[in-house]
Structures are given as C-alpha cells and as structure tokens.
C-alpha cells in the first residue's frame, strides 16, 4: 500500500492508500504507521488526528502518549471535545491522575447529563455522593432558563418527576417541535409518569410543527398527537396556567382551517 500510495499519479488517488493504511494502523494499534500515513496525506495534523493518534496510543496501553497528544486539541468550544473529554477521561484514570479525571468527568456530566455520564462520574468521585450530585444538577437545571430535552429526561431518570414537569410547563415557550426524535421520548416519559399537562404541552410544540409545515405526508403524525391530546384532557383537572385543551384546539382550528387533508384524517374521512 506504501507502494500504491507512494507511486500515485496524484495526491487524491494516492488519499485512497493512505485511507487503507490508517484502517490497517487502527487495528493493529500503530500509531507511528497511521502519523506518517495521515501526514502524507496532508501538510498538517487536524484535530480529528490527534483524537485518532491518542486513541491508538490508549487502546495499545500507552496512556502517557495518549493525553501528550489528546493536550494538542483545543478543549471548550472545540467540535472534538466529546470524544477528546472521553479519551482524557480514560487517560487519566488509567495514569492514576484522581483530580484530573474528576475534573474531566464533572464536564462530561454537566455537558450531557445522563444515567450514563451520573454512573462514570460516582465511579470516579464514590456513589455515596449520588444524592447530592442529583440533588445539586437538579437545581443547576431549574435555574437554567434554557430548555434542553437531554436534562428533561435527566430529572425523569433521577425520579424528579415533579421537577420535570415544572422544567417543561416552564419552558413550553422554548419547545421546537421540529426536533421530534429527542421531544417525543420526553412526551412519553412525562405521560408514563402521569405528568399529563407537561406531556401535552409537547405533544402540542410537535404538532404545531407539522402543521406549520404544512407537509401533508406528515400530517398522520399530528392526527395522532392531537388525539393524544384529546385523551390527554379526559385526565387533566389542573391546566397550571397552560391554556386548556378547549383554547389551544380553537386557536388551532382558526390558525389552520385551510389544512383540509389534516382534518378530514383527524375526522376519520382521509387517509390514516
């Protein structure tokens, strides 16, 4: 493959080797063959570089090596640092380092905050503290006037079902129903945890999106949230200054009367 590469009537054609030798310096945990690969290829190491070279140096069971190179990529606000944080981690903990790993873990956390992220951080810092760690983000997230569907079902996970839903209803301003594969599993947990009137507020974010779409293959989508909605309110005896099933239905039937396709499936009279 050197060969091939090295005999290459040009840099694109000769990429193509170089891809193969970095496949092959992976899975043999080489890290001076994918270096001398990836600086064939281009005139300077990237950022991804660095990630991949300290990856191979950790799998081969040289952490030192790893963090020298993981320190060369930019940390907050740099699009590598997920996987820069995760390596760091693994880094440190494999060198003994309590306090830089604790540090790194914290930021893995409170950058995505999950039952996962909770589980790799006691590891480190001791799951006695598990109740004052989630008692402390709890708090953290009501202040945060933001609105992120990863803490929504952090506090879900943790049992704060009660703070869920004041996180939502408070926030209901903020909901994009366009981000539907991250909402929709929030909706369903709120709803498996009768938080009736959280969960509807965001059935009603995905619906107005659809709706505001006006794309008409979408529309048995929001044919079902707004039946869910429909069975939602059989159940809802506080709105919580939401506004009742009755307003938001009226507001919605003014707001989109011209969507006759939506409403003849709504009514049974379309297609499914």
Request: hydrophobic share 40%; aromatic share 10%; with cysteine.
């Amino acid at each position: 493959m050197w060969t091939m590469a090295d005999t290459a009537p040009d840099l694109p054609a000769a990429r193509h080797w170089y891809y193969q030798i970095e496949s092959l310096a992976k899975q043999l945990k080489d890290a001076q063959m994918f270096e001398k690969s990836r600086r064939k290829s281009g005139p300077e190491l990237s950022n991804d570089a660095f990630v991949d070279i300290a990856r191979i140096h950790l799998e081969s069971g040289k952490p030192k090596e790893a963090l020298d190179w993981l320190m060369r990529v930019p940390g907050n606000g740099s699009l590598h640092t997920p996987d820069r944080d995760e390596l760091l981690l693994a880094a440190h903990r494999a060198l003994g380092n309590q306090k830089d790993a604790e540090m790194v873990a914290w930021r893995i956390f409170r950058g995505y905050r999950t039952g996962e992220t909770l589980d790799a951080l006691l590891s480190i810092i001791g799951i006695e503290k598990r109740e004052q760690v989630i008692e402390g983000e709890v708090q953290n997230i009501l202040k945060n006037p933001d609105f992120s569907s990863t803490n929504a079902e952090f506090l879900l996970t943790c049992g704060r079902a009660d703070e869920a839903e004041r996180y939502v209803i408070a926030r209901r301003d903020k909901l994009n129903g366009d981000f539907y594969s991250s909402l929709l599993p929030v909706a369903e947990s709120l709803e498996s945890n009768e938080r009736w009137v959280a969960a509807g507020v965001i059935y009603r974010a995905l619906l107005d999106s659809i709706l505001g779409r006006a794309v008409s293959k979408y529309y048995h989508h929001g044919v079902r949230y707004l039946k869910k909605l429909d069975a939602l309110n059989k159940k809802i005896t506080n709105w919580q200054r939401v506004p009742s099933h009755m307003a938001y239905s009226t507001q919605l039937k003014e707001a989109h009367a011209r969507k006759s396709s939506f409403w003849q499936r709504y009514h049974g009279r379309g297609a499914a």
